[in-house]
Every structure is written in structure tokens, then in C-alpha cells.
């Protein structure tokens, strides 16, 4: 299985367990950010054959994360902020340019550039902590704590030399096998949890969530209603007011910002979020606090008589909506109504507090400080996922300690990529292969 372009998983044998120093779940932005800062700090690619390193399991089939599944219509000009990987400038793109070709493109180029050991396309099902399994017992030398299936310690401590977390090693269960692993960094972004919020009644016509929209071109002539008071829905009316009839809905009156986003204001509206992940509340986006701003979708929406909001409706009905005795009919309702995290896999490990949830300490799991969570509450922006990446895996280093070198095991077959995959060197450093058996 290669690291980066085309996968070849070919070799994958699903019985066999895999250890690692660090397994970062997600190729996004706060992904790649967290996979630079580990080799920064000397973790090593993972590599077949060997204990130790960190490797980055996605599941997608190519690099680009949640900005390979965009609109086609979304260009650079009205991308809602980007901010470039650490160490690595985006070329100025052509602001006419779709942002599912370019930011893609620029995040393989990423991988390529650092050698990051990106195995895709990989679903993580499940983490849990190998204490947490039936067959777990004590070593009849030590009296420490192992897992009789995976050969590792389960209560903190040493193994093969290098500091093992309290709680110990963690078990990540995929659908191309599991990866027994010190340390966590969740990265998976929301991208695959499109919130879709229930109102009574029934609508014959189309409905979609921005997840799903491609474009204006469907709508044109149309009459559609646009639900949502975020940037997503401020695109969606920019676009489709160009060919047909709009009708914006939001559950409360959005909020404009109309002066200058300064260090200073963001640093405010991200220590609001923080707050309340701090507390173990659900996490509300930073773009919800942020408010809308003057970007060029918000004042291409205004210069065509888009922004006229009206209040959320009570009701679906067969042709449309309906406020009290006010029926009003359309032809479509695209669902601007935000995402949720996707965190589901982490359920075996308990971290969701009272408040419904996870509550952070920076970016570590409070109630776990084998698990980090990047791009996640504050976080959730390109430059709040480039900082949370880097203060994970300094966290992760003063858990863990320095990385020592990989302990080699004895190899297996190794795993030719598939013909034509083999990536080229970039930057002077040679392409990491892994093969995953």
C-alpha cells in the first residue's frame, strides 16, 4: 500500500496486528499538521517489518480530505478562508479555480514533500483501550498488567524500552485490520456527519444537504429555499440567486461582523469555543461565533437581493413549507444546517461527559491523555487545526517522552505497490512505501 497517490491493498491481511508509537486518524488539514509536527519531533514513518513510528490511516482513496468532496462550484475566490500547511505555501492559485482540484492537489504535494506514511483508503471502526478486553491479563514474571492477544502492557509503565501512557496501549480496529498503538490524534474532521435537523411534515420535492449540492446549474429557473446561517448557506444563495429564485430561512437571526477579523477577535471568539468544550458541552463551530463576514459570496448574495432571512418555518408540506396558515411553495430546500464531529469511532472509551461532550484540555481527552482530538471545537479552521496539530504531539512527546528508534521485527513478504503507483521523489527526500500486510 503506497503512502500517497494511487493505494494498492492488495497485501492488506486483516489478522494481523500492527504496532506503532502514534496513529493519527484523518488526512485533512489537522491531520498532515499533526503528521509534520510527529517527524519534527523524530517519530519515524511507520514502516512494514518494524515497531514504533507513526503512521496516518484515511479514508479517503486520495489526499485532499473533506475539500475533495466540495461543490464543483466552490472557487478559491469564495473559499471561506485557508491558511497553508506548516512549512509548506500554497502557490497562489487561480482565484477562478475549483477548490476541490487545488487544495487536493496541494495536500498530495504535502504528503509527497514530507514523506508522510498516509495508508488509505482506511476505515477506523473502532479504538479502544486493549485493558478494556476480555483476554487481558498479568504477567506472570512482572505482575504488570498485558493482553494475551496483543503482547503489549495495559497499565503505563515500559515496553521494549519506551514509556508506555497509563491505561496502556490503545487498540484501533479498521476494516483492514487493527493497529495497536501508545497515543491517538483523532482528525476526522466532520465532513462525514452532515447534520440534517426534523421538522414535521412531509416535502415531495428535492431535498439535499450541502454535502450533497453540486452547483446552481439544477436549480436554474427554480424557486429554493436555502436553510442555514453560515458561510455554506451564504454560497448556496450566492450561486443559485444567479439562475433562479431564493428563499433564506435561519432558526435565528445571523450575525454580521462587519469590521476587521483581528488577532485579537480571533483569539476571543476561539476562547469562546474553548470554554465550552472545556466543559464537555457540544461543540459549537467557530464560524458560528466568528458571524458572518464581507466575503466575496456575502456581497456577490447581497448585490443580488439574496439576503433577505426570514424566520425558520413550523412545518414541511407536501409543496413547500409552511408558517402558521402561510404556506409557501418551492421546488427545493438545500439543508445549510453545519456537520458534527465524527467521533463516533471513539465511543468504546468513554469520553463523553455529562454534558454530551468530550471534554478537552488543550487538545487532550481529559478523561484520557492517550487521546488527542485535532480539528475538533476551537480547532475546526485551517490555521486552529495547524496549531492544534503541533500542541498534540508536544503533548504527546511529554507522555511519551522522545521517540526512540523503530525496534526492527522480523519481516514478512513485503508488498510491491500496484503498477504505475510508485510515487517520485519530492524535495530531495525518497517516497516512502508502506506495505501493509
Known sequence: MTVYGATNDSGVRTGELRR???VVVGAGQAGLSAAY????????????????GFVVLDGDTAPGGAWAHRSPSLRMATVHGFHDLPDFELPE???????????????????ARHALPVVRPVRVLAVRSASDLPDAGTDARTGAGTDARTDTRTDGGTEDGHEVA????????????TWSTRALINATGTWTRPFLPHYPGHFAGRQLHYAAYRGPEEFAGRRVLVVGGGASAIQVL????????????????????????????????????????????????????????????????EELG?????????????????WGDEELAVDAIVWATGFRPEVGHLAPLGLRSAGGGIALTGPRATADPRVHLVGYGPSASTVGANRAGRAAVNDIVGLLGAPAPAAPRPAGPAVAPAAGTAPAAVGGREPVTVAVR
Request: a positive charge; aromatic letters at 8%.
Open 20 to 22: 506503532v508509537d502514534v
Open 93 to 111: 492559485p487561480d482565484p477562478d479555480a475549483p477548490a476541490r482540484e487545488v487544495v487536493p492537489g496541494y495536500f498530495a504535494a504535502y504528503e
Open 306 to 322: 439574496a439576503l433577505h432571512r426570514r424566520p425558520m418555518f413550523d412545518r414541511l408540506t407536501e409543496h413547500g413549507v409552511a
Open 238 to 301: 450566492s450561486e443559485i440567486a444567479t439562475v433562479g429564485e431564493t428563499v433564506w430561512v435561519t432558526r435565528t437571526p445571523p450575525v454580521f461582523h462587519d469590521g476587521p477579523f483581528t488577532p485579537e477577535y480571533g483569539r476571543a471568539v476561539v476562547a469562546k469555543v474553548e470554554e465550552r468544550v472545556r466543559q464537555g458541552l457540544p461543540v459549537r463551530s467557530v464560524v458560528s461565533v466568528t458571524g458572518l463576514g464581507p466575503s466575496v459570496a456575502y456581497r456577490r448574495a
Open 166 to 177: 497509563p491505561g496502556g496501549r490503545l487498540l484501533v480496529e479498521t476494516d483492514r485490520g
Open 37 to 52: 509536527h510527529l517527524r519534527r519531533r523524530g517519530f519515524a514513518p511507520y514502516r512494514a517489518g518494524a515497531d514504533g
